[in-house]
Antibody, heavy 120, light 108 residues
Framework: EEQLVESGGGLVQPGGSLRLSCAAS????????MNWVRQAPGKGLEWISY????????YYADSVQGRFAVSRDNAKNSLYLQMNSLRAEDTALFYC?????????????WGQGTMVVVSS | EIVLTQSPGTLSLSPGERATLSCRAS???????LAWYQHKPGQAPRLLIY???TRATGVPDRFSGGGSGTDFTLTISRLEPEDFAMYYC?????????FGQGTKLEIK
């Protein structure tokens, strides 16, 4: 079964840091670009980052540019999101999502999400 | 940034009825890089339609997508009880890969 499992969420103080992980299984990780998408409480989906298979192409939403860093380890079938300078408005459920190819593709596999709460 | 505006915000219908959801883009979404997702509480979002009109694997044929340029639609021909959920459109033609704000499809 093709699966994505996020981890690393939790409670963090404003200004703090957190690193999310996404473990992929059941498919060839090196065949797909990956994304992070979040959903704040009571809000809609917000795309925040994209990384290509070889990590040569990386994009961020303006809301996280300069604070978040996406990376992947193809040997470990894993995707990461390093989040620094966290703000209250970063409180959200964070999903990793597979793009159905390497490039501009829709997101066909999603994890169940990991919750991040930024609060003092 | 391409802004996607979905309408209506909430759609109240009964099982068996036809649902039409709209997604309007602030700029042309060339190459049909437009997708639709279904999202239920406590679940991961589910890809329904990609490339404007292609159904994802396992999606029933009562779901169909159409449109071009800046105007896109998702149609559910005959609503089943399990179809009541949030629906989002998304463009992936260029970064940032924006989502619409969503349409809530609720039981009337």
């Amino acid at each position: 079964e093709e699966q994505l499992v996020e981890s690393g969420g939790g409670l963090v103080q404003p200004g703090g840091s957190l690193r999310l992980s996404c473990a992929a299984s059941g498919f060839t990780f090196t065949g797909y670009s990956m994304n992070w998408v979040r959903q704040a409480p009571g809000k809609g989906l917000e795309w925040i980052s994209y990384i290509s298979v070889t990590s040569t192409t990386i994009y961020y939403a303006d809301s996280v540019q300069g604070r978040f860093a996406v990376s992947r380890d193809n040997a470990k079938n894993s995707l990461y999101l390093q989040m620094n300078s966290l703000r209250a408005e970063d409180t959200a459920l964070f999903y990793c999502a597979r793009a159905n190819g390497d490039g501009r593709y829709a997101f066909d596999i999603w994890g169940q999400g990991t919750m991040v709460v930024v609060s003092s | 940034e391409i802004v996607l505006t979905q309408s209506p915000g909430t759609l109240s219908l009964s099982p068996g009825e036809r649902a039409t959801l709209s997604c309007r883009a602030s700029q042309s979404v060339s190459g049909s890089y437009l997708a639709w997702y279904q999202h239920k509480p406590g679940q991961a979002p589910r890809l329904l339609i990609y490339g404007t009109s292609t159904r994802a694997t396992g999606v029933p044929d009562r779901f169909s997508g159409g449109g071009s340029g800046t105007d896109f639609t998702l149609t559910i021909s005959r609503l089943e009880p399990e179809d009541f959920a949030m629906y989002y459109c998304q463009q992936y033609v260029r970064s940032p890969y924006t989502f619409g704000q969503g349409t809530k499809l609720e039981i009337k």
